[in-house]
């Protein structure tokens, strides 16, 4: 038997004054694009954006559903519309942010388990990690290389051959 183990660092910023202006133009506006949210359920706003390699800027929100589970993520609402709008291209930075209508915003968001598996499929697809930067509406700021960091031992396409 032999003990591994898995630790990946990551940058942490205590707020947006911090940041280079391209992160803190992103993390803006992940943050105004709360505005966008559906969330009437459950009063928690979210907001993605991100800087596209051929420098385009995509974003998401997320959009509740009166059935629940048919309610999707700011992050694979931000995905989806990559996709289609720029097939293929390479995401370099996707920040992420939220206004909890119901209490404090300062904590960064953490993507759920399905964006996380969302996220990693984009990477492989596209062949380029996607930096993260998370945060709320102000305060503590974290930024991640790539976001499988937030998936280790995560199954992927090439688990399948
Ligand atoms: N949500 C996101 O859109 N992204 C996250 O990273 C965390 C959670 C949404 C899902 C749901 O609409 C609401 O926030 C509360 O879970």
């Not at 990946?8 to 803006?28: H, M, T, W």
């Not at 009166?66 to 519309?81: K, M």
Request: aromatic residues 6%; hydrophobic residues 40%.
């Amino acid at each position: 038997m032999k003990k591994e183990e898995i630790k990946f660092e990551y940058e942490s910023y205590n707020d947006i004054s911090e940041l280079d202006e391209a992160d803190a133009k992103l993390v803006q506006a992940a943050r105004d694009v709360t505005a966008k949210a559906y969330a009437p359920y459950s009063n928690f706003l979210v907001g993605a954006a991100a800087k596209l390699a051929n420098g385009e800027v995509v974003m998401g929100t997320n959009q509740e559903n009166a059935s629940f589970p048919v309610g999707i993520c700011a992050e694979r609402s931000l995905l989806a519309t990559a996709a289609m709008l720029h097939t293929n291209v390479p995401i370099d930075t996707l920040a992420v942010s939220y206004h909890n209508l119901n209490g404090d915003s300062s904590k960064p968001v953490s993507p759920c388990g399905m964006c996380r598996q969302a996220l990693r499929e984009y990477e492989d697809r596209t062949q380029q990690p996607i930096r993260l930067i998370l945060s709320g509406r102000d305060g503590k700021i974290i930024v991640l290389e790539k976001s499988t960091l937030l998936l280790p031992m995560s199954f992927g396409g090439d688990d399948m051959k």
